[in-house]
């Protein structure tokens, strides 16, 4: 292989190469620089914490803002509104329970006593106003979250965490 | 008794994989060929033995075994033939088994195609290879068992979860661990040329195809478990930020990195110490993918249940691979001394931007996806990092990817004049404003970041063709001499030319898809019509209908555009019989236009049902571009087809001169 830029000594080159790789290095600071900086307004914007119907209950949380909830979904609490678009339901974790609606089609493994995590906004009367239910593949599956609220409150159930081997 | 035989086969494996292991080492460091043919029958012996045992459990499934607990647990009798295979690989046991699997067949492939590599660099990769697959064998033995039996047997299975009941899903898992196992290969290469204390231009050959092969299968696995979650799961979105898509797709930012950077490696003997490290980390990544979907830590939408033990456990096995690794690479690589050196403009230039973007990428990704994590471990507050996130750090970091994509190739080695290129791009340019100013004028929402999407697209493409039409003389030659230079092009020059070309298909439709989507729900009674993306859809009642293992309610569709014929659809909401679980099936009109995609949520009190009409603008031209993509990685890989079997046969100038010939 030729020499690359065949002027100069070893010097020079060795000068060369440490000036190249500082150039190559100074761009990929300018470059995590940037990356930081997009992260770290993107993460202000866009990171959203999850709450127990009990936090709820205790904190004050400014409606509108965007949270996720979760806990078991109460027997016999489905209700169908507005024709049928809008579905509302309550969610426990034992200790304390939050009014739910979502307009749109729920996940196939939604049930009344499974768990749930929902993401959406507090109403200012109150209620939980959902985009997005999550769904799960397996309905055994207990979100980590929810088994956590419902051990807070006392309420966990070995059977309910018991899980698929 | 056949169980038992698969049982003690993987057993037998991880004996041959530590004798793999012990003599691949022992036989590079004091030079002994015999010890290190040892290394190389080992390798065989484990890919037979991992075979027998994946076949056992084949015939545990087909054969409907259900005093086989993991049988019981994932498959039924009434289940079609296909499913009862691919239920092999449907549950957590079973996959990691395929996992060996694929880790022996590749091991087993260096050990037989290498006989042109010095043979204690192959030794060493061989031993490398059998350092993993006892780490998964281990795990496999130690905490998934796929042969353990259930007394007394149940007379009938629970059934495979249905939602993994369906043909892109029975190929999604074997593509991706294709994709995550191929990039061990390169890892392997990587930590024994640390040991070996040297990287050149034949190691380079050899890491470049095992990293293409990989990739390819890696890209088309995503695609396919996109294309699934958007047929499959009716929420009507084709990627969502999810943690487990990122598992995946953060290897494949790296990888697609390494692919580069190898090729600096080979061609100009530089950007060598990078390399060796991406090629780390892009292994790394692909453990970490593992471990996040298997260990159950992350709420994704992906979530199966799972055991802690198993996360503790990969978690382990994560820290010795990957710690090793690059404590490895920190003692070794300054040893490894620089290539030669290029200005900032060339096309190693262009190459070395291609990695930095890709990586800071990859880091904004896995902040995003593991932030949630280590924030919970620290003070224990749950949060979770959506999709706003990602648009907001990814999209930025991607855009100038795109732009420098369509003048990188045109950038010749070492030092490239860069207003030439731009002046080969004047069309490109002057097409890429003109679409920019229709998609201003003619779309309504979102104008400015439609323009902005598809004007990108249009500038890739055309600096695709710009390319090609430079490298066989468009406009310079007559036709005939065009096409026959055409004919003659190198296969991996196709190939980039199809990878890149594809991606720029990929981003036509992803814009479309993010800007443009209808969505409308509402409660539809039988002989209404409403409006969706230009089609009239009228419902026309539910029926009943019975599949081989499950019942389902069928809505009727009937939609209809303008004066075109109309068209049937018919969307099902199906219970399963046997586990009792309830999915849904979407109807979906695919066309060029896009897709119009029915859902049928569910009964209502006053009879009607509740209905999600959306209308996809494009949506195929995602699997379309991703399609194109898989298809440029394997004509590249053709290209070197020769290359793999024989890296060193042919001399750096052969190679050279079989590249340049076309383009002269």
């Known amino acids: 292989m030729s020499e690359p830029l065949n002027e100069g000594s070893g010097v020079s080159r060795t000068r060369r190469r440490k000036r190249q790789r500082l150039y190559a290095v100074l761009a990929g600071l300018i470059l995590l620089g940037t990356a930081a900086a997009l992260v770290l307004n993107a993460l202000e914007d866009s990171v959203v914490f999850f709450h127990s119907p009990s936090d709820i209950k205790e904190k004050s949380i400014a409606a509108g803002q965007r949270i996720r909830i979760g806990g078991l979904v109460e027997k016999g609490s489905i209700k169908k509104e507005e024709g049928g678009v809008v579905t509302a339901f309550t969610v426990s974790d034992g200790a304390a329970t939050l009014k739910v609606t979502y307009r749109g089609i729920l996940p196939d493994l939604f049930r009344e006593g499974q768990g749930v995590v929902a993401q959406g906004a507090l109403q200012p009367n109150g209620t939980f106003s959902a985009s997005e239910v999550l769904a799960k593949h397996d309905e055994n599956y207990m979100p980590p979250e929810v088994a956590d609220a419902l051990k807070r409150s006392g309420h966990w159930k070995e059977k309910q965490g018991k899980m698929k081997q | ?664």
């Not at chain 2, 054969?63 to 994932?74: G, I, P």
């Not at chain 2, 487990?244 to 990888?255: H, K, Q, R, T, Y």
């Not at chain 2, 530089?270 to 990544?285: P, R, Y």
């Not at chain 2, 932030?371 to 990092?385: D, F, Q, T």
Request: hydrophobic share 50%; with cysteine.
């Open chain 2, 1 to 664: 008794m056949i169980a038992e035989l698969g049982h003690f086969a993987l057993t037998l494996a991880l004996a041959f994989a530590l004798a793999q292991a012990a003599f691949g080492f022992a036989g590079a460091s004091k030079g002994r060929l015999d010890w290190m043919g040892a290394s190389r029958s080992a390798a065989f012996m484990q890919l037979i033995l991992i075979a027998v045992a994946f076949g056992a459990l084949t015939h545990a499934y087909v054969t409907s075994d259900f005093s086989v607990k993991n049988v019981v647990e994932n498959s039924n009798s009434l289940k079609p033939l296909i499913y009862k295979i691919s239920g092999v690989w449907g549950n957590h046991e079973g996959s990691m088994v395929l996992w060996v699997l694929v880790l022996a067949l590749l091991g087993s492939a260096v050990a037989l195609f290498g006989s042109n590599l010095p043979p204690s660099l192959r030794s060493r990769v061989l031993a490398v290879q059998a350092l993993i697959g006892i780490g998964f064998l281990l795990f496999i033995l130690l905490t998934s068992n796929p042969f353990e039996r259930v007394f007394p047997a149940p007379a009938d299975g629970r059934d495979l979860n249905p939602l993994l009941q369906d043909p892109g899903l029975a190929i999604h898992p074997p593509m991706l661990y294709v994709g995550y196992v191929g990039f061990s290969i390169a890892f392997s290469f990587a930590i024994a040329a640390l040991i070996e204390g040297k990287v050149d231009a034949a190691w380079a050959r050899w890491v470049r195809p095992w990293t293409l092969l990989a990739w390819s299968f890696l890209t088309g696995g995503i695609a396919l478990g996109s294309w699934w979650a958007y047929y499959e799961l009716g929420w009507g979105g084709w990627w969502y930020w999810d943690p487990v898509e990122n598992a995946s797709f953060m290897p494949w930012l790296v990888g697609t990195a390494l692919l580069h950077s190898s090729i600096v490696v080979e061609k100009r003997d530089s950007l060598k110490s990078w390399t060796v490290l991406l090629a780390i980390l892009t292994f790394s990544l692909s453990l970490i993918g593992t471990f996040l979907v298997r260990s159950g830590v992350l709420t994704s939408v992906h979530a199966f249940a799972t055991d802690p033990d198993r996360g503790v456990f990969i978690l382990g096995l994560l820290c010795i691979a990957i710690g090793g690794g690059l404590a490895l690479y920190a003692w070794r690589a300054p040893k490894m001394g620089g290539g030669g050196m290029f200005q900032p403009i060339s096309r190693e230039g262009a190459l070395l931007l291609n990695n930095l973007l890709l990586t800071t990428a990859a880091a904004t990704v896995f902040l995003g996806t593991l932030y949630p994590l280590v924030l919970e471990a620290i003070n224990g507050s749950k949060i979770s990092v959506g999709p706003p996130y990602f648009n907001a750090t990814f999209v930025p970091l991607m855009a100038p990817l795109v732009a420098a994509l369509a003048v990188g190739p045109l950038l010749g080695w070492k030092r490239a004049d860069l207003a030439g290129a731009l002046g080969r791009l004047k069309a490109t340019a002057g097409a890429t404003i003109a679409i920019f100013v229709i998609v201003l004028w003619a779309a309504g929402e979102n104008a400015v970041w439609g323009a902005l999407g598809i004007g990108i697209a249009v500038w890739l493409a055309g600096g695709v063709l710009t390319e090609l039409a430079g490298r066989v003389g468009l406009g310079k030659h007559p036709l005939g001499e065009v096409g026959r230079r055409l004919i003659g092009l190198p296969r991996s020059a196709w190939g980039m030319s199809f990878a890149h070309f594809g991606l720029a298909i990929f981003i036509l439709g992803a814009t479309a898809m993010s800007l443009w989507q209808e969505e409308k729900i509402l409660v539809m009674k039988s002989g209404q019509t409403a409006e969706v993306g230009g089609y009239d859809v009228t419902f026309n009642g539910v029926q009943d209908k019975r599949g081989p293992n499950y019942v389902a309610l069928r809505g009727l569709f009937l939609a209809k555009r303008g004066d075109s014929t109309p068209l049937n659809l018919i969307a099902e909401k199906r219970r399963y019989v046997v586990g009792g679980q309830e999915t849904t099936e979407a109807a979906i009109h695919n066309s060029w236009r896009g897709d119009l995609y029915i859902v049928m949520g569910g009964a209502n009190e006053d009879a009607g049902q509740t209905v999600r009409l959306y209308f996809m603008p494009l949506v195929n031209w995602i699997w379309l571009g991703t399609l194109v993509m898989v298809l440029g990685g394997f004509i590249s890989l053709s290209d070197r087809r020769l290359r793999v079997g024989a890296p060193a046969r042919k001399s750096t100038s052969d190679q050279r001169g079989a590249e340049a010939a076309p383009a002269e």
